[in-house]
């Protein structure tokens, strides 16, 4: 099966989809056509200008005033991918730098970039060969587009650069001689065209909301896991108080954790206490905003993704050349800096009902053993929790709120977007480890309510985690334990 981009509006499930199945990805023929018409249109243009024009007859930044000779166009688009190459720090995860190469095709198949067709082409070609640049996690202003990440990007386009193809990193240019694939020759604008654009923080988002969108969902399942064994009460859940206070989050948190405790004899049976600690009672209200802000900053990079984001932008029927801001990054830097917000508070009630769980409260054994002194039991992994969810903290400080002026004040506003996106994958990466946690804990803590049952659901989720994770009657090594409870997080059968 191949999706063929096009001007239809690409969802996130659509992507994950692609992504997911494997699936090939071809220019349909309206793209194919406004790639040609607009690179026609831009050479044509070359020809009767008169005048300078940014990135396509000058140089670039501030030395937009500078008039490049015709015969140097070429070379300057060169230069423009070499120079850039400047990052810095951990390389990409794999994963996001696919979503990358999809979104620049994406982006440069509008007709509006100038890019020629075998330069859209063999970004696709990368893609469904999974052949995956090199790039670095440091360098980009979020301005300007992600120039330094998006440089290396492209530079296997023109055969250098590194690439990681078959478990291996190999320089470019031995895989483009294995493919019988010729270094594209850049034409004018086409390195501003791949090097301008959010592509880098956009893919960053992109991963991150779609794993969001998964822990958020096994949040309200392990929460409930929770509830159920600390002897929690169901009241907080009912729709009757979400009426008072009809955020959509609040109210869809409380209809899951009705359906997915539907059926167990623990919430059901009388209560002595009389109200819950608020990681526990207040859960519709911190699960429901972090879904509340998930759908938004997911609608947010949907307008992203379906975007043209170089500059400057080319109008064919118009007859237009406009240098404007499309690359800056802050339309997205600020919800991403929301978003890591909303996951750590994720993270942050996830770890205190952890510690509510082993406080030795309502009958159960202090650190969910029965020999504590001997054993110190789930005592530890609350410390990482709580450790982890200190990290978010200083991870949540708004890169948004931050511009160091560059290129000698010509782009005097940055986003730092980039820093924005890259955080918040640590962020996420980090809730998930919280709630693997929080999960081990709570099918420890349902045991030592048995013979009673939880729900159905409930059930069978702790029976499948029960033949990866077992219960803990003395002291064990733990590590492997977390870790295949984190693991376990990444099934979705049970959301």
């Known amino acids: 099966m191949t999706h063929h981009i096009s001007k239809t509006r690409l969802s996130l499930e659509k992507l994950k989809a692609i992504i997911d199945s494997h699936e090939k990805i071809a220019l349909s023929e309206e793209a194919v056509h406004d790639v040609i018409k607009c690179r026609k249109y831009l050479d044509s243009k070359m020809e009767d200008i008169g005048r300078p024009v940014y990135g396509i007859t000058t140089g670039f930044g501030s030395l937009y005033n500078v008039t490049i000779p015709k015969d140097e166009l070429s070379q300057l688009q060169y230069n423009l991918v070499v120079s850039h ?11 996001i730098v696919k979503i990358m190469l999809f979104l620049k095709a994406q982006s440069l198949s509008y007709g509006h970039s100038g890019a020629q067709l075998i330069t859209v082409q063999r970004l696709i070609d990368m893609f469904n060969e999974d052949i995956l640049p090199v790039v670095y996690q440091q360098g980009s202003l979020g301005a300007s587009g992600d120039l330094a990440p998006l440089a290396h990007l492209s530079l296997p386009l023109i055969g250098l650069g590194e690439v990681l193809y078959r478990g291996r990193i190999r320089p470019s240019a031995e895989v483009w001689a294995e493919k019988g694939w010729e270094p594209i020759q850049l034409q004018s604008k086409e390195g501003l065209a791949l090097l301008n654009g959010t592509q880098f923080m956009s893919a960053h988002a992109v991963w991150s909301i779609l794993k969001s969108m998964r822990l958020s969902r096994w949040a309200d399942r392990i929460g409930a896991m929770s509830l159920d064994a600390y002897d ?27 359906e997915t405790l539907e059926g167990s004899e623990l919430i059901n049976r009388p209560k002595e206490h009389v109200q819950d600690p608020y990681s526990f009672r207040c859960i519709p209200q911190v699960h429901g905003a972090v879904k509340d802000n998930i759908m938004y900053v997911k ?35 600020i919800p991403m800096d929301a978003l890591a917000i909303a996951m750590s508070e994720l993270a942050s009630i996830s770890e205190r009902r952890t510690y509510q769980l082993i406080h030795g409260l309502r009958g159960l054994p202090k650190y969910l053993v029965a020999n504590p002194g001997l054993n110190s039991g789930f005592m530890i992994p609350q410390y990482t929790a709580a450790s982890i969810v200190s990290q978010n903290k200083g991870l949540c400080w708004a890169a948004s709120c931050d511009s160091i002026p560059s290129s000698q004040g010509q782009e005097d506003h940055v986003s730092m977007g980039s820093n924005a996106a890259t955080k918040l994958v640590r962020v996420v990466d980090n809730v998930e480890t919280v709630l693997g946690i929080e999960l081990f804990n709570a099918a420890q803590a349902l045991e030592f309510r048995r013979p009673a049952k939880s729900s159905p659901i409930l059930e069978r989720i702790f029976e499948d985690f029960r033949k990866v994770v077992p219960f803990i009657d003395n002291d064990t090594y733990m590590h492997p334990l977390i870790e295949k409870s984190v693991r376990f997080l990444r099934q979705e059968q049970y959301l």
């Open 85 to 95: 190459a400047c990052g810095a720090g951990e390389t990409v995860r794999p994963e």
């Open 232 to 258: 929690g009460r169901i009241e907080p859940f009912l729709p009757l108080t979400h009426q008072l206070r009809p955020h959509v989050g609040q109210i869809e948190t409380g209809r899951v954790f009705l």
């Open 299 to 333: 609608s947010v990079i949907e307008n992203e993704i379906n975007s043209a984001t170089d500059n400057p932008n080319i109008f064919p029927d118009e007859d237009m050349v406009i240098s404007a801001g499309n690359f800056h990054g802050e339309p997205i830097a």
